[in-house]
């Protein structure tokens, strides 16, 4: 399937993955993530459940705070 993630198109060889394969695939290790797709907030309880399909957009956000 084709997505577009971060901005990048991606080939991934799955016809649906849920966001923590995704997240496992992409090797994104980071604690505080902000996820969307198709401009949709998924929560952080729902990450095994939302489903990424071919020609969704999602955005995977690291959350840095600071001072």
């Known amino acids: ?5 971060n901005n990048t ?3 991934i060889s799955a016809n649906r993955l849920t966001i923590s394969e995704l997240l496992k695939y992409k ?3 980071f604690r505080l993530l902000v996820i969307k797709i ?7 309880e729902d990450y ?3 489903v990424v399909r071919d ?3 999602v955005v995977v956000m690291h959350l840095v705070s600071g001072g």
């Open 1 to 5: 399937m084709r997505i577009i993630l």
């Open 27 to 29: 090797n994104f290790t």
């Open 55 to 57: 020609g969704d957009h």
């Open 38 to 44: 198709n401009g949709k907030l998924v929560k952080r």
């Open 9 to 11: 198109e991606e080939e």
């Open 48 to 50: 095994d459940a939302a």
